[in-house]
């Protein structure tokens, strides 16, 4: 069949005619099964296609595509290298342009360029290169970076057919006890703003096109304020307060995103308390979503809600409910009503076309709304360039996806970001000195001095630490660090014992702003990061590098402070140990 035979047949994908052309024949031709599964963006892993995925708990790709209608799904997991995502992302693509209209797949992921991994969040870099974390990217200050550093993600993603990032996520971190803060960029709305919008342009491009990876900026209006800072992906985590009254404030960087030009909107999962909006969640809510998004903001892009928000579901084993905040009585069928209703375009982690169907035929839900969201959902696939090219070079994606120059960037942003809060003149280090580690690998360490086995032999000691944070029951739980930010007594003791034998360096993952006074009363230097290896870590502790870090958040005194902080309020905290913008040069 010749090109012109194709568009004849096909005439949608006559690439001269406008976007919304093109989207209005391909809708004129679509069933509403057709339509229905567009509405659905749920999770799929790499595998053979006609194989249920065990560990996820999802269907076949092939019931997915075949018998769902359904064309958007975020890739969980990795593979060893870029080639075979990009291989098995071809094969998706074959099934998918072998139905009745071919419509392509829109793969999207979480962010999968740094060093954390959850599976609600986000993936270990595997093959991609490697930079800090948000909060890291943060502590450069450095717009251009952040740039350079999405559109390196962008060429990486391409090459894989990863086409919609599930991020950025400009929530600000004022609630100091939040789990979800290591993929924001910290606590000051100002610095949000720019570093959010400099991300978005990294991802997006110049124009938005064929080239380009569709931003999901998230959680609008705004996580961050949780009660106590338990997070709502959980039902003790899901109300949000604003104490301050400082609901505005969190709006700005999402300003910021849509003057850059972002695609997409994610809602959070948490219900506003005590607002002038309804106490649901903002994925239900009308008067957050149509009323501030849509209608005051002017934001005619596609709404995909955070997912879970309608069926129950089990995660690694244990049961866990919708997040169906405020509407917990309402039915799945009811609950899909409400966020339809509330200017939602797409249902995050769900594939329950077979739900949306039986609202149209009951006539709950008419095609005219279905055709609202299939427009801005086809409208993304057409102008990311889908429909002229789903495929992929799987010989330029090995070349592309973790590249030598690629891995460089990422490295020396993690040097960059690591910060320095108090240094006694023992940093920098000298070179060939005898060293102890704890959290270092001693063959890492042994290219900057003479490793040792005891403090005792050391004359310098360099600990890593994680920062706190409470066991809860789940195994899912777990991956959001959340509860008390002091550390206990059994590591403040280790650490005084060989600080106290030996002048320490201790080194702080700060995934959230731990209680470092007791360790700062004792250690020769303390410094925190957001993502860095042993090597970027010894290059700016022995002055290889120079210490460029500053920190994107308060680093409270206390647990009294946080407690009494209002969680809606920047810098809330009663006199921080460090303030946001403190690091030390060496």
């Known amino acids: ?166 991020h950025p996520q400009v929530d600000l971190a004022t609630e100091p006890r939040w789990a979800r803060q290591t993929a924001t960029f910290g606590e000051d709305p100002e610095l949000t703003g720019i570093l959010g919008a400099a991300y978005i342009r990294g991802f997006q491009g110049d124009s938005f096109g064929p080239g380009s990876v569709s931003t999901m900026t998230k959680h609008f209006p705004g996580g961050g304020p949780q009660l106590d800072g338990e997070d709502p992906h959980f039902p003790y985590g899901r109300e949000q307060v604003y104490p301050g009254g400082a609901f505005d404030l969190h709006l700005k960087p999402f300003e910021d995103a849509l003057a850059a030009g972002t695609r997409q909107m994610m809602p959070y999962y948490g219900m506003p308390v005590g607002t002038e909006y309804e106490e649901v969640g903002f994925g239900f809510n009308r008067s957050v979503i149509t009323g501030l998004l849509r209608e005051r903001f002017g934001f005619d892009g596609l709404v995909c809600t955070d997912w879970g928000l309608i069926n129950d579901a089990e995660i690694f084993g244990q049961p866990f409910p919708a997040r169906a905040w405020g509407v917990e009585d309402l039915t799945p069928r009811e609950r899909m009503l409400k966020v339809l209703d509330a200017g939602v375009d797409q249902f995050g982690g769900e594939d329950c076309p077979e739900l949306l169907l039986g609202l149209v035929a009951e006539g709950s839900v008419s095609e005219e709304r279905l055709d609202l969201s299939a427009r801005r ?6 102008e990311l360039g889908l429909f002229e090219n789903p495929f992929v070079d799987e010989d330029a994606a090995d ?141 700016v502790l022995s002055g290889v590098a120079s210490a460029q870090g500053r920190l994107p958040f308060d680093l409270p005194r206390s647990m009294a402070a946080v407690v009494a902080s209002r969680p809606d309020v920047p810098f809330d905290t009663a006199d921080p140990l460090f303030r946001f913008g403190d690091g030390l040069a060496l």
């Open 1 to 166: 069949m010749t090109d012109t035979d194709v568009t004849t047949a096909r005439p949608w994908l006559d690439a001269a005619l406008p976007v919304d052309e093109r989207v209005q024949l391909l809708l004129d031709e679509m069933t509403v099964e057709e339509k229905a599964g567009l509405f659905f963006h749920t999770m799929i892993a790499i595998g053979d296609l006609d194989e249920a995925n065990p560990i996820f708990g999802t269907p076949s790709a092939r019931e997915f595509i075949d018998l769902k209608n359904m064309t958007h799904f975020n890739l969980l997991g990795a593979a060893p290298t870029g080639r075979e995502i990009a291989a098995w992302q071809n094969e998706l693509q074959r099934l998918a342009a072998s139905t009745r209209l071919g419509i392509p797949v829109t793969l999207s992921t979480d962010p999968r360029h740094s060093f954390s991994e959850n599976p609600g969040a986000s993936i270990l870099a595997g093959p991609f290169s490697q930079w800090p974390e948000t909060l890291g990217l943060a502590a450069t200050r450095d717009p251009e970076l952040v740039e350079r550093f999405a559109d390196i993600a962008r060429q990486e993603y391409t090459a894989v057919g990863l086409r919609v990032a599930l």
């Open 377 to 382: 959902i086809l409208r993304e696939k057409f």
């Open 399 to 539: 070349e592309i996806v973790g590249s030598a120059e690629f891995r460089a960037a990422g490295e020396a942003a993690q040097r960059a970001s690591v910060t320095v809060l108090t240094n006694d003149g023992s940093l920098p280090f000298a070179p060939g000195i005898k060293l102890y580690v704890e959290g270092i690998e001693p063959s890492v360490a042994a290219a900057y001095g003479d490793v040792v086995a005891t403090v005792d032999e050391a004359d310098l000691a360099i600990l890593r630490l994680q920062a706190p944070f409470e066991q809860r029951d789940t195994t899912f739980e777990n991956f959001f660090h959340a509860g008390s930010l002091e550390f206990s007594d059994e590591v403040l003791a280790h650490v005084g014992a060989i600080a106290g034998a030996v002048p320490t360096v201790v080194d702080v993952l700060a995934d959230r702003p731990p209680i470092l006074e007791p360790i700062v009363a004792g250690a020769a230097a303390v410094t925190v990061n957001w993502g860095v290896s042993g090597a970027a870590l010894l290059d």
